[in-house]
């Protein structure tokens, strides 16, 4: 059986456009490690959301989608970001690394303040959701036929009987 879809390669891709573009640190929400300076990137990806009209495995194509909050310690500065990384996601810059490596950006939401009690203490944030539909790269090891014959001839060299 080969590895589904690779969140990992594709997620270092992404966040390797968002610091070129934006000079800024966009990590793993919840990650393990120290936290970057202000401001920064925060991301968390709901990985499978089914497309109803395939029902096949092999290179399956799905949706999924990634949360992205901006932290900042000022509330405007947090919405200006935040909407700078919305928009990165509608350039074609975004959408030369998608052709590269099988994605499409499907819906962008709208910036919104996710502040609450306790993080106004610390720091303003704004997210937005982003979504993708993308191609899976599992592929089943399934047993097939390997070579077909009618009458000794064998059909499997379709190139002999041109």
Known sequence: MEKPFDWKTLMAKI???I????GMDCIVEGGMGPQPPYPFFTYQVRPYIPIDITDNVDREEFEAEIDFMCHSQSANEAYTLGNQLRKLFETQSMDY???END???VDTG???SSDNV????VERRTEFTVRLRLLDTFKDKINTIGDIGI???NLSDKDKYK
């Open 15 to 17: 966040n390797e456009l």
């Open 19 to 22: 610091k070129q573009e934006t």
């Open 97 to 99: 690394l998608g052709d």
């Open 103 to 105: 994605f499409g950006v």
């Open 110 to 112: 709208e910036v919104e």
């Open 118 to 121: 306790i993080t106004v203490q």
């Open 151 to 153: 009458n000794g001839a």
